[in-house]
T-cell receptor, first 114, second 120 residues
Framework: NAGVTQTPKFQVLKTGQSMTLQCAQDMNHNSMYWYRQDPGMGLRLIYYSASEGTTDKGEVPNGYNVSRLNKREFSLRLESAAPSQTSVYFC?????????????FGPGTRLTVL | AQTVTQSQPEMSVQEAETVTLSCTYDTSESDYYLFWYKQPPSRQMILVIRQEAYKQQNATENRFSVNFQKAAKSFSLKISDSQLGDAAMYFCAYRRLRANSGGSNYKLTFGKGTLLTVNP
């Protein structure tokens, strides 16, 4: 049982380049999330998908787009990367988006934008 | 807006001893959930324990327990019989219970973390 998987694990981009971070979960969860973690801080929500076919902005959505490809997969795209987007990105999933549902996290992607 | 504060950037404990990590939060809500997540060097975020605000009984998971003081808005984590594998960054997190418009209901609000070192 893999849980939540993310690819790639590491990525280095130049300013202005684009890339897509992939996330998949095998727990049949309805809700998925993208967070970023900056040094000395907790995680902040970028976008989420409460259920297949829906996506909504979180706290820090600027510069990102998402696609809920199907129930299993939720991708995060950087159209024109900026140094301020250097961070560790975590994908998470939960059975439902309701408050008590535990979110399970992937291993993270460390992104550096030069 | 909800905020979560972890006032101890770093803590250390001797193997087999007990350590308590502090967390306070600010909210105007009456119903919510609180979580402790562990992040070892592998960076994986692992759920340690969760507490429903409507429950007076403190949550316990094996060697991990919480002291939930709702009136004081305090949610500390106690680790008993500390093991080397407990060494990690620990994050306290809050999540509101009820839906509202926009994305704020669905996010976990995290503190900045406490780095726990376990000394052999």
């Amino acid at each position: 049982n893999a849980g939540v998987t993310q690819t790639p694990k590491f990525q280095v981009l130049k300013t202005g380049q684009s890339m897509t971070l992939q996330c998949a979960q095998d727990m049949n969860h309805n809700s998925m999330y993208w967070y970023r973690q900056d040094p000395g801080m907790g995680l902040r929500l970028i976008y989420y998908s409460a259920s297949e076919g829906t996506t909504d902005k979180g706290e820090v959505p600027n510069g990102y787009n998402v696609s809920r490809l199907n129930k299993r997969e939720f991708s995060l795209r950087l159209e024109s990367a900026a140094p301020s987007q250097t961070s560790v990105y975590f994908c998470a999933s939960s059975e439902l988006a309701a408050g008590g549902n535990t979110q399970y996290f992937g291993p993270g992607t460390r992104l550096t934008v030069l | 807006a909800q905020t979560v504060t972890q006032s101890q950037p770093e803590m250390s404990v001797q193997e087999a001893e007990t350590v308590t990590l502090s967390c306070t939060y600010d909210t105007s809500e009456s119903d919510y959930y609180l979580f402790w997540y562990k992040q070892p060097p592998s960076r994986q975020m692992i759920l340690v324990i969760r507490q429903e605000a409507y429950k007076q009984q403190n949550a316990t998971e094996n060697r991990f327990s919480v002291n939930f003081q709702k009136a004081a808005k305090s949610f500390s984590l106690k680790i008993s019989d500390s093991q080397l594998g407990d060494a990690a960054m620990y994050f306290c997190a809050y999540r509101r219970l009820r839906a509202n418009s926009g994305g704020s209901n669905y996010k976990l609000t995290f503190g900045k973390g406490t780095l726990l070192t376990v000394n052999p």
